[in-house]
């Protein structure tokens, strides 16, 4: 039985739950496998399920309802002022910055998965 080496040029679409791959076509040269691959990543052109103005609505409700809030709370539960109590031209200490930082962190940490529920609940299709 002889056995031949081949390099399959796959492509792929979508994002998470419209994720798939598709295998276009198999060579035994390399080269002519990438000089085709080349040509498969010029010609698709991807298309995303969540339109300029999705994007645009998820950014400000994520800031609207969930992350000034939670940066409120936490200001208000550790005694830090928050930008709206703030006088100018003082700020907040280097220890309250920090405080805010590694709070901000964690939150980040939700946007994914905050992002994806808004989607699903505000646009099911």
Known sequence: MKTIKIYAVVSSQGSY???CECV????TNIA???KYARVIDES???????TDDMYVDIEEHWYDDMLDPAITKFCRDNGIP???EL?????????????????LDKI??????????????????
């Open 17 to 19: 739950d419209d994720y």
């Open 24 to 27: 276009e076509k198999c060579f």
């Open 32 to 34: 002519d496998a990438e």
């Open 44 to 50: 698709h052109e991807y298309k995303s399920r969540v």
């Open 82 to 84: 928050t930008i709206d």
């Open 87 to 103: 006088e100018w031209p003082s700020g907040h200490t280097k220890e309250q910055n920090r405080m805010i930082r590694e709070f």
């Open 108 to 125: 980040e940490e939700q946007h994914d998965e905050w992002c994806i529920k808004y989607l699903t609940e505000h646009y099911p299709e």
